[in-house]
């Protein structure tokens, strides 16, 4: 396996990819579903772009807020708010108490640093699915915010350890039992992000949900459909319409507009 680490452009049209082993792959239609600032001016480069095209795409926000911490745990959390197992544990569980928790939480962001009391979105998915997790032990998936991917005094290597302890803490408060019970743990900066998955800036949405960013607008003014400036290229991830959280929307539509596109050529 190798990621792709460029597009290949010949007379204005896509005809293939480059893997990072060297290897090419040509196609009569490439869909790329990594985010717009990587697929135009890292994967295409801007030689091969509309001057315009390339400042909107430079443009483009990302501004990534939001963490991960996995947990692999001896047995299930117990919450005070409502002690033991139970059905409860097998939805989403938000540690958001009241609005001006999470307005504290955002605070922290807004100035450069990583919430020390973070809003957090907990799933148990060994609940739903025992084959995740060995007989009688348990995976906790935490989605934390808010974690600015810039950050104002130090950098996410050296503060990933005490985030993944905030949220610990945190998480204690709420369930006593959790500091004894953690196994391991994955503690996934929006730098890590970046360097893992490929999210720019750790933006798990590809881009900012603003609305200068959305609609008729993503990634830039007069590419919304899926279609590129390179022609047989087209965007099909959350950094085209309609955007990150709605699962396989962008890949629907622009699979539909590629077959649309493929069934005119036929015709010509």
């Given amino acids: 396996e190798a ?4 597009i290949l452009v010949k007379r204005g049209r896509a005809t293939g990819v480059v893997l990072e082993n060297g290897d090419c792959v040509y196609a009569d239609v490439i869909a790329s579903s990594v985010d717009p600032r990587l ?3 890292k994967m295409v480069g801007s030689e091969h772009l509309p ?22 745990l001896d047995t299930l959390p117990d919450f005070t708010c409502l002690p033991g197992a139970g059905s409860h544990l097998r939805g989403a569980i938000s540690i958001s108490p009241s609005i001006d928790y999470i307005e504290r939480a955002y605070d922290d962001a807004k100035y450069g640093r990583y919430s020390e009391r973070p809003y957090i979105d907990i799933v148990i998915p060994s609940l739903t699915d025992p084959t995740v997790a060995p007989p ?16 104002k005094q130090g950098d996410w290597d050296s503060e990933r350890e005490h985030f993944g302890d905030c949220v610990i803490d945190t998480l204690a408060e709420y369930a006593p039992n959790l500091k004894n019970i953690v196994l391991h743990r994955q503690v996934l900066t929006p730098l890590d992000l970046e360097r893992e998955f490929g999210l ?12 200068e960013q959305l609609f008729f607008l993503r990634p830039a003014p ?37 077959l649309g ?3 005119f050529d036929e015709a010509c």
């Fill in 3 to 6: 990621s792709v680490s460029k």
């Fill in 39 to 41: 697929t135009f001016l």
């Fill in 51 to 72: 001057d315009e095209f390339s400042d909107d795409i430079r443009r483009y926000k990302f501004r990534g807020s939001s963490g991960k911490v996995n947990l692999a």
């Fill in 136 to 151: 009688g032990k348990h995976v906790m998936s935490c989605f934390v915010q808010y974690a600015p991917y810039h950050l």
């Fill in 200 to 211: 720019t800036e750790g933006n798990i949405f590809q881009g900012e949900l603003s609305l």
């Fill in 222 to 258: 007069g590419w919304a459909n899926y279609q590129t400036p390179i022609k047989n290229l087209y965007m099909c991830g959350s950094g085209a319409h309609p955007g990150g959280g709605i699962m396989g929307a962008p890949g629907r539509n622009a699979a539909r507009r590629i």
């Fill in 261 to 263: 596109n493929s069934k």
